[in-house]
């Protein structure tokens, strides 16, 4: 009848071909497969352990990498912080230099229009005083022009000088 009900023959025959088959799967095929799943698995095994390693690594580089950027990060603020520091000193120093500077070349200045004045003055009075000659040596030549006028003072300065 067929397929749908099998016959004792078909089935002894069946029955003997898959025993045989799984034998010989058995005895030569099974052995590899499932060293190969074994070995699979292994290697999954380690895989995933190297993933792992690698995560925690990972993970720990991380921190280390922000551990060392945040110091960098402080390190960089500290330095500029000096910087400024050092900044407002030069300037600072340049400043009081340049008030320092300013106050001597004030000093120095006050004293040179100082002396040119004293010079200026000398020199006025010197000139004064020669003008005051030449006007008064003129005077005295125009009083003392005639004979009997330098008689007369020379009998004037006498009468004032008193003998002692």
Do not use: C, H
Request: charged share 30%; glycine share 2%.
């Amino acid at each position: 009848m067929g397929l749908l009900i099998p016959d004792f023959g078909l089935i002894f025959w069946m029955i003997l071909s898959f025993s045989l088959v799984y034998f010989i799967l058995y005895k030569y095929a099974w052995p590899s497969v499932l060293n190969a799943l074994s070995n699979r698995e292994e290697s999954i095994k380690r895989s995933l352990e190297s993933a792992q390693k690698a995560r925690e690594e990972f993970a720990s580089l991380q921190t280390e990498g922000n551990l060392v950027l945040s110091k960098a990060r402080v390190q960089q603020e500290e330095i500029i912080k000096e910087a400024r520091i050092l900044k407002e000193s030069i300037i600072g120093e340049a400043r009081s230099a340049a008030m320092e500077e300013t106050r001597k070349q004030m000093e120095l200045a006050k004293i040179m229009i100082q002396q040119e004045k004293e010079r200026a003055m000398a020199d006025l009075k010197r000139q004064a005083a020669l003008l005051s000659i030449d006007i008064a040596e003129q005077l005295l030549k125009k009083e003392l022009a005639s004979k009997s006028a330098q008689e007369n003072l020379i009998n004037e300065l006498l009468k004032d000088i008193k003998l002692s």
